[in-house]
């Protein structure tokens, strides 16, 4: 029983790191947009634009995420 309660364990903690380094992007993302906005290379009006988009692809990428750990968590037991 031990092994099985482990897989969970690392399923989660795979998830969990997963979920973090999409986050992480994200905000790195956010920052060169915000450096780009700050510098005059991205124009007042594209920055709004491309904020929601990088948010919606993050909110994307992490739910992608998540169905999938949920998915190969199941397939384990």
Request: hydrophobic share 60%; net charge positive.
């Amino acid at each position: 029983m031990p092994d099985r309660e482990q897989d969970a364990n690392a399923n989660r903690a795979g998830l969990a790191g997963t979920l973090k380094f999409i986050a992480v992007v994200a905000v790195l993302l956010l920052a060169l947009l915000a450096a780009g906005f700050v510098l005059d290379l991205v124009p007042r009006e594209v920055i709004g634009d491309l904020v929601t988009k990088v948010l919606v692809l993050a909110g994307i990428v992490a739910a992608t995420a998540f169905l999938i750990g949920a998915l190969v968590g199941r397939g384990r037991r």
